[in-house]
């Protein structure tokens, strides 16, 4: 028998090769795993239907071909000499604002109710939302800030995973007991369990929740409870959203085609939103990579901002 002695180099290489020959072989035998890879949801598809679209659910392909033109012209970035346009710290370079509308060419991502529209809030949820505005017109420390400016969650990440004007990437990696989602903003990664255990104790809250999953067919379903009461949750950004720790969402995802992710979302919620309501959104196939996303380190916008307020106090 001949013996071979295989150099480090040779080893090293092997070991390299080894997850995408995994992967090969689950996408063979599983047909769930396409789902695994890196998704982009950046679109011009805007959250709500514009109220000048009125009961129009659905464009045509010409016009969402020219909401995409407009949009591209609105999102330029204007000249040096002209007046910002509420871009805040960051310019155009740094936004994805996404190029095209969603794939099945709705005119909002809210589906339901009819009008496209999120729906108001309780009585008892707009004033929790209006308290929370006043404090943070003033805040006293970085409790009464928005949870984005304290980097403890970020719309994209949800759930529901709503686009953002930057870093709106996913990645999805499945194994038999578990789906992972990993977001990059905040490099926050939700772990759906596919066991079929049951959700957690009703005393142990989370900001994305407690998720568990089941396929039906070749769709994803989602069951997420477990919400930590965020008392309006991402703060001014998404002002509108004003959900608590009842709150009970129900996600779908399935692939529309080869590099085209469908995900929908229910939204439950009584104490916070005076009747249910959904959402539709596609995201793209990206080659990536994910790169990370460091929040917290170099954050000085928070504690400058604590410090002007005292300083305007002092004043």
Partial sequence: M?????SLAAIVAGLALLPTWLAGQRVAHDPHAALDGI?????????????????????????????????AKNNEEPPDDAPRRGTGTYNVFYREFGTR???TLRTSIVTAPADGRIPALTPAAAEIKRAREERQKQPAGPEDMGLQDRCLAFATAG?????????????IVQSREAVVIHIEMIHDARIIHMDGRPHLSAQVRRWMGDSIGRWDGDTLV???TNFIDGGGF???AYANFGWDRNLHLI????????????????????TAFTQPWTGELTMARSSGPIYEYACHEANYSL?????????????
């Fill in 2 to 6: 001949v013996r071979r002695r295989l």
């Fill in 39 to 71: 998704w982009n949801s950046a679109t011009v598809t805007p959250l709500e239907r514009p109220r000048d679209l009125k009961d129009k659910a659905f464009f045509t392909a010409a016009e969402a071909a020219d909401w995409e033109r407009r949009a």
């Fill in 101 to 103: 509308t969603v794939k």
């Fill in 159 to 171: 759930p529901p995973m709503l686009p953002y004007s930057y870093n709106s990437n996913y990645q």
């Fill in 222 to 224: 989602v069951d997420t």
């Fill in 234 to 236: 991402y703060g001014d």
């Fill in 251 to 270: 996600e779908r995802l399935r692939l529309l085609d080869r590099n085209t992710l469908l995900y929908r979302f229910e939204v439950e919620d009584p």
């Fill in 303 to 315: 504690p400058s901002m604590l410090r002007a307020f005292r300083a305007a106090e002092q004043q």
